[in-house]
């Protein structure tokens, strides 16, 4: 797994409705871009630095860690 640069993880936006939680993860990492998607959607399964998933229920919150990837 390559080694990515800034923050990675964001445990602290769980429960953060999405589109703030994407912000967030923007301006803390400005090396990212944050995709907010809802909780079972189809994902590329490719590893890149530069890319943060951002899952969301049905309600728009966050429901698990945001990470690179």
Known sequence: ???C??????????GAKGED???????E????HAIVL???SPITLDF??????V???SCGIVDQTP???
Request: charged share 25%; proline share 8%; net charge positive.
């Open 29 to 32: 990492n400005p090396l990212v």
């Open 48 to 53: 890149r630095c530069n890319r943060v998933w």
């Open 21 to 27: 939680a994407a912000a967030t993860i923007e301006r």
């Open 5 to 14: 640069q800034g923050k990675s993880r964001w445990p602290e936006l769980v």
């Open 38 to 40: 809802l909780e079972g």
């Open 1 to 3: 797994m390559p080694i």
């Open 67 to 69: 990470i690179i990837g």
């Open 55 to 57: 899952f969301v229920d």
